[in-house]
């Protein structure tokens, strides 16, 4: 069974405090890996996807990396708009079947204080 | 603009009472999907659909049913609602297979008492 784990759950930084969240993962051979940004009552908005070890993607503050077993999401000097929760889902590369759907894990909630 | 639509966007009703939230996207997309959010369970598959009149389980489908008789809509219904479907609904569209993210709507808010 796929499996995506976020840590830390929560994450408090001051506005301009670089730090990276950890999203783990366990499948069976993976089609892809997607970051997402949600704001709350608001639907999850792309950010990334990543394909491969070893790729990154960047857009504005934010950077995506991905090894064979996890990504992390760097956050250079943040600001309070980057304030919402990140959420990591991993999409596997199925032998057998036509389900494309997507694995979340619970999500990083950060905040930034200004 | 490009956009997936959801409505209604709060829905409070009583149990056994069906219902539908409709769902539509005007990105062209083959995929849909629906999930539900519940705290301290995150995001879970309900039901995705390959394109028109395909479409199958995903994680949870018990008490739901879906449709895709058009490209562009695919709404949930709720034939005979309770209390534990009491969530945040969210549909999506993807792009696949040309790429697979996936795009949200803005959700559905939906109560059951």
């Known amino acids: 069974e796929d499996q995506v784990t976020q840590s830390p759950e929560a994450l408090r930084l001051q506005e301009g405090e670089s730090s990276s969240l950890n999203c783990s993962y366990t499948v069976s051979g993976l089609r892809g890996l997607f970051w997402y940004r949600q704001d709350p009552g608001k639907g999850p908005e792309f950010l990334f996807t990543l394909y491969s070890a070893g790729e990154e993607k960047e857009k504005e503050r934010l950077k995506a990396t991905l090894t064979k077993k996890e990504s992390f999401l760097h956050i250079t000097a943040p600001k309070p708009e980057d304030s919402a929760t990140y959420l990591c889902a991993v999409q596997a590369r199925y032998s057998g079947g036509s389900n494309y759907k997507l694995t979340f894990g619970k999500g990083t909630l950060l905040t930034v204080n200004p | 603009e490009a956009q997936v639509t959801q409505n209604p966007r709060y829905l409070i009703t009583v149990t056994g009472k069906k219902l539908t939230v409709t769902c539509s996207q005007n990105m062209n997309h083959e995929y849909m999907s629906w999930y539900r959010q519940d705290p301290g369970l995150g995001l879970r598959q309900i039901y995705y659909?390959?394109?028109?009149?395909?479409?199958d389980k995903g994680d949870v489908p018990e008490g739901y049913k879906v449709s895709r008789k058009e490209k562009r809509n695919f709404p949930l219904i709720l034939e005979s609602p309770s209390p534990n479907q009491t969530s945040l609904y969210f549909c999506?569209?993807?792009?696949?297979?040309?790429?697979?993210?996936?795009?949200f709507g803005p959700g559905t808010r939906l109560t059951v008492t």
């Open positions: 659909s390959m394109n028109v009149e395909v479409t």
């Open positions: 999506a569209s993807s792009p696949w297979p040309k790429t697979y993210e996936q795009y």
